[in-house]
C-alpha cells in the first residue's frame, strides 16, 4: 500500500490529539485551530504532457511496458518531494511544483541502467524513489522537468549465505518486508528506524541511515558489505570481502550519495541471528547532563545495550519518549529525564548485559523505573510521525532536526541548537516548545535528536526556515555535523559544502562528472548545481 500523500504511514492509523493536549498548546503555545482544510488529492491540478512522445517511448522501452510509466495525476502527486513538515503543509495547500512528470517502475539491475540511458539521450532529469521518507528536501531536485524511478518492483531477497551471514537484497525492499524474508531463515538485519514500516533498503544505504537499535547491531552503513550502482556511464560494483586493503573504500563513495551518483540496485549485508529474547527497560536521572554521563560510561566501558536513550527534562516532561502515552491519564510526571535500555539476544547475553549494565546505571545515579517504560517506548516507537500529523490538523507546527558530535562537546552542541531554535520562533511571534534526546551513542559521541512544537503563524514554511537555517549555523559553529542520519537533501546541502570544504567538494563533483556527466541525477541534491 502507498503512504498516506497529504501525510505520514497508513491512514488508519491516524489518531487526533486528546482534547488536553489541544488545551495544552493552545494555553502554552498559543496554537490555533486552522483557518481552512486542507486540498483534497482529487482537487490538486498536475501539468499534463510534460514528455515529449519520443521521450515516452524511450520509457516504455527501458522498463518493458507501459504499464510501468505512469502519468496519472495521483501518482505523480504521490511522489512529489517527502515527508518533512514544509513537504506536508505545501503539499496540503496543492502546491506541486516538484511534481515528477512521470514515475517509472523498473523491475531489475538492467532496466535501471535502460532508463538512465534513455534519461542521458533526452537530458531528462532523474530521482530516484524508495519509501518517499526523505525529511531534508532529498527528493526536489533543482532543474526543470524529472521522473521520478520508483524501485518498488525491486523488491526480492536476492542472496543469502548462512555460513558467512550475509544477505544479498533488492533496493526496493522495505524494511519490513527484509525482516520477514530473513526471519524466515532465522535472522535478522537488525535496523529499526523510525521510518522502518515505510523505507527501503536502498534508501538506508543512500542516506547513511541509523536505527533505533543502532547501539546493538549498528548503523546501516556499517552492515553494509557490499553495493551494486547503476550510472549512465556504466556499472559500479564494490565489496568482494568484509575487509580489504585494495585501495580507499568505495563502499564508502555510494554510501550517502542520495541518488546523486547513480541508482543502488543491489545491497549486501551483515546479517545476525533473530534474537531469543527482547528486554527494554526504563531509568530515571535527576538531569540530561547526569543521564548523557551514564550513557556515556556504557558507551565507553559497557557493556552496551542493543538499544540506549535519553530524553531531556522538557521530552520527559511532555512524554515524548513514548508517543502513544501523550494524553494519558496515567503516562509519567516524574521530574528528570527517562532514559530506555534496551538488550536483544540469547537469554544468558541479555540477562548478562543488562544485570550488569543496571550496576553502571545505578553507579552513574539512576533510578531504575521497570519495563513499563521500556516496553510503551518500543510499542509506540513509530508512532511520532502520526503524532506530527496530529499536531498540523490542530493548528501547530512541528518538525525535527538531528546532528551529532563528540562526547566533550555535546553540552555546548545541545545548548546551542536550543537556544537558536528558542530565540529565532519566539522573535518571530511563535515561542517553541523544544525539546530533545540522545538515541544514538558510540565510543567518542553521539546524536542528539531535536522536536520542535509551535504555533504555526502566519507562513509556516517561511518561521522554519529561518529557525532551520539559524539551527544550522548553531551546528557547525559548536562543532557538530550538520547531519547524523537523515541525510544532506537540499536542506543540509549548504551547511555540508562548508563541513566538507572546498577542496572535497571538487572532488565529489569530479565523481559526479565522471558517473553523471550530464548532471541528471537528483540535481542540486548533495551538491549544489553548477554554475
Known amino acids: 500500500m502507498d503512504m498516506l500523500w ?164 533488492q533496493p526496493g525492499l522495505r524494511a519490513p518486508q527484509a525482516e520477514a524474508l530473513l526471519a524466515d531463515h532465522g535472522f535478522t538485519l537488525g535496523h529499526f528506524p523510525q521510518s522502518y514500516e515505510w523505507a527501503t533498503i536502498g534508501g538506508f544505504a543512500a542516506t547513511r541511515s541509523s536505527g533505533q537499535a543502532s547501539a546493538g547491531y549498528g548503523r546501516f552503513d556499517e552492515m553494509v558489505l557490499g553495493l551494486t550502482l547503476a550510472t549512465p556511464e556504466g556499472t559500479v560494483d564494490t565489496g568482494r570481502a568484509p575487509r580489504s586493503a585494495a585501495g580507499p573504500d568505495l563502499r564508502q563513495l555510494v554510501l550517502g550519495s542520495e541518488g546523486a551518483f547513480g541508482v543502488i540496485t543491489s545491497v549486501t549485508v551483515r546479517v545476525r541471528p533473530v534474537p531469543q529474547t527482547r528486554l527494554y527497560e526504563g531509568w530515571r536521572f535527576a538531569s540530561f547532563e547526569e543521564g548523557a554521563a551514564a550513557l556515556r560510561r556504557l558507551a565507553q566501558d559497557g557493556p552496551r545495550p542493543t538499544v540506549l536513550r535519553l530524553s531531556d527534562e522538557t521530552e520527559t516532561l511532555i512524554g515524548l519518549a513514548q508517543p502513544d502515552a501523550i494524553g494519558a491519564s496515567d503516562a509519567p510526571t516524574a521530574a528528570g529525564c527517562t532514559a530506555i535500555a534496551g538488550y536483544e539476544g540469547t537469554v544468558e547475553d541479555v540477562s548478562y548485559r543488562q544485570e550488569r549494565a543496571a550496576v553502571v546505571l545505578r553507579e552513574c545515579g539512576g533510578t531504575p523505573l521497570g519495563e513499563e517504560p521500556g516496553e510503551r517506548w518500543a510499542h509506540g516507537r513509530y508512532s511520532a510521525p502520526y503524532l506530527r500529523d496530529a499536531l498540523l490538523d490542530a493548528g501547530a507546527f512541528a518538525e525535527t532536526l538531528e546532528t551529532a558530535t563528540f562526547w566533550s562537546r555535546v553540552p555546548e552542541l545541545y545548548s546551542a541548537v536550543r537556544d537558536a531554535l528558542t530565540g529565532t520562533l519566539t522573535e518571530q511571534g511563535t515561542p517553541p516548545l523544544v525539546m530533545c534526546h540522545i538515541s544514538h551513542v558510540y565510543e567518542n559521541g553521539a546524536s542528539l535528536y531535536f522536536t520542535v512544537v509551535c504555533a504555526q503563524g502566519e507562513d509556516p514554511v517561511a518561521h522554519w526556515t529561518r529557525a532551520k537555517h539559524a539551527a544550522n549555523e548553531a551546528i557547525l559553529a559548536a562543532g557538530g555535523t550538520i547531519t547524523h542520519h537523515h541525510g544532506v537533501g537540499t536542506d543540509h546541502r549548504d551547511w555540508y559544502v562548508r563541513e566538507a570544504g572546498p577542496l572535497a567538494v571538487e572532488a565529489l563533483r569530479a565523481v559526479k562528472r565522471r558517473l553523471d556527466p550530464d548532471g541528471l541525477l537528483n540535481p542540486g541534491v548533495l551538491l549544489p548545481l553548477d554554475d
Not at 504521490?78 to 513538515?85: A, N
Open 6 to 169: 497529504s501525510g505520514w504511514g497508513d491512514p488508519a492509523r491516524a489518531t487526533p490529539l486528546p482534547g488536553t493536549v489541544i488545551g495544552l498548546l493552545r494555553d502554552l503555545l498559543g496554537v490555533k485551530p486552522r483557518g481552512a482544510e486542507p486540498v483534497g488529492l482529487t482537487d490538486i491540478a498536475v501539468p499534463e504532457g510534460q514528455l515529449e512522445p519520443a521521450v515516452h517511448q524511450a520509457l516504455v522501452a527501458a522498463v518493458g511496458g507501459e504499464e510501468y510509466v505512469r502519468t496519472d495525476a495521483e501518482t505523480r502527486i504521490r511522489h512529489t518531494r517527502g515527508k518533512s513538515t514544509p513537504d506536508l503543509l505545501r503539499i496540503r495547500e496543492g502546491d506541486v511544483a516538484d511534481t515528477p512528470a512521470a514515475v517509472l517502475l523498473p523491475a531489475g539491475h538492467d532496466e535501471v541502467f535502460a532508463v538512465l540511458r534513455a534519461c542521458a539521450e533526452h537530458g531528462l532529469a532523474l530521482v530516484p524513489f524508495g519509501g518517499g521518507t526523505s525529511v531534508v528536501g532529498g527528493l526536489a531536485p533543482g532543474r526543470g522537468t524529472f521522473v521520478a524511478l520508483d524501485l518498488r518492483r525491486m523488491d526480492g531477497l536476492l542472496a543469502l549465505d548462512p555460513v558467512s551471514r550475509t544477505a544479498t537484497l
